[in-house]
């Protein structure tokens, strides 16, 4: 983001934190705080609506209360006055349509503001600000009383790091051979020179990490128990390693962690990564922290997979929600899909991946689902 653009951004930012406390919003400057970190790290910044969405989380309790109608009344009458108040720059060409109040932002690549939940089961507007179904009858007490700390996840960075030992372990690369050489000799000692000559496996002892964050809403409060992961990266305890974070689902864009305006095409992506050492580990809750079932996350999801699957040698999902609350959301037909393998949060979970490799087996289900979809 260029400096004018920044200036301009904190000016607008906290031109509407007035506003809305003149119109009657009890706001704190700790909540005008927490919008500046927000958008500091890329949210917010994908135009009038996307900006709406995030100070809606942020600063209105309920949608059915007096803030609410506040919000909405006066973010809607702010909109229309910006394009006045707004600097043109001499040099720059006038732009032929200035009725949508997105351009007077800065531009980033495109994000997807979440994914709608399926018709046929109803959807309501909730405060994260993204569409999702009606909670079903059966989950509704569990949501309620569901409560959530940083401390509640067991995982820690010496977890991480022995989880990498072993999964760098030497591996069998496809059906390749060669020539045992210790073997061979031991055995014309034994046999004489005309014997024949012993093969082994050919394995390798090469691993490289692709870590993918779900940044969705509702997968925020998580992000401090998912800080293992990241740190280990940061530390170089994981080596090489990238880390790229999406929406509900990759589409045609991954983002970088920590330049979420950076996006990187998967066309530019996949070719680089190694079907005998990349590992993909996926962190996201697949919908069931908001209790969404969403046929679009499932088929973006199923054709991410059928897409990466021959470039990779394993993938890990972890869903930081317990293993009852995926029931009747996204996150249990997604598990169906890459036949069971979406994991609970916990250090046991990543013990259990090292020890296989199912990626053949997944592979023909990806492709298997995403033919009836």
Avoid at 70 to 94: G, L, N, S
Avoid at 185 to 213: W, Y
Wanted: proline share 8%; net charge neutral; aromatic share 10%.
């Amino acid at each position: 983001m260029s400096i004018p653009q920044s200036i301009l951004l904190d000016s607008l930012l906290l031109d509407l934190f007035q506003k809305l406390r003149d119109a009657g919003m009890a706001l704190t400057l700790e909540q005008y705080d927490l919008l500046r970190q927000a958008v500091t790290k890329g949210y917010g910044l994908g135009g009038w609506q996307d900006l709406r969405r995030v100070c809606r989380l942020l600063w209105v309790k309920s949608y059915d209360n007096d803030d609410a109608k506040i919000f909405d009344r006066t973010f809607d009458k702010y909109i229309q006055q910006h394009h006045a108040k707004m600097p043109v720059k001499p040099e720059q060409t006038p732009v032929e349509n200035i009725s949508s109040p997105s351009q007077n932002l800065p531009q980033v690549p495109p994000r997807k503001r979440g994914v709608p939940s399926t018709p046929t089961m109803g959807e309501v507007q909730v405060p994260v600000a993204i569409q999702t179904s009606l909670p079903f009858p059966s989950l509704e007490q569990a949501k309620n009383d569901f409560h959530l700390t940083p401390t509640d996840f067991p995982i820690q960075l010496h977890d991480v790091q022995t989880t990498w030992r072993l999964l760098r372990r030497a591996v069998r690369v496809d059906w390749n051979y060669e020539l045992d050489i210790e073997a061979t000799l031991d055995k014309i000692e034994r046999e004489g020179i005309f014997t024949d000559v012993v093969m082994r496996p050919v394995r390798i002892r090469q691993a490289e990490l692709l870590l993918l964050i779900d940044d969705s809403p509702a997968m925020i409060p998580f992000f401090p128990a998912l800080q293992p992961f990241i740190q280990a990266i940061e530390e170089a305890r994981i080596t090489p390693a990238w880390i790229y974070r999406f929406t509900s689902y990759p589409d045609k864009y991954l983002y970088d962690w920590h330049r979420p305006t950076k996006a990187e095409s998967l066309t530019n992506l996949l070719p680089r990564l190694h079907r005998n050492r990349t590992i993909v580990l996926i962190l996201s809750d697949g919908g069931a922290a908001t209790t969404t079932y969403s046929q679009e996350r499932i088929k973006g999801m199923s054709q991410f997979f059928t897409d990466l699957s021959p470039c990779i040698r394993q993938l890990i999902w972890l869903n930081p929600l317990p293993q009852d609350r995926w029931k009747q959301t996204s996150a249990w037909t997604i598990d169906a899909v890459i036949n069971g393998n979406m994991l609970t949060y916990e250090p046991t979970s990543l013990l259990s991946a090292t020890r296989e490799n199912q990626q053949e087996s997944m592979i023909s289900v990806w492709q298997m689902y995403t033919e009836k979809i």
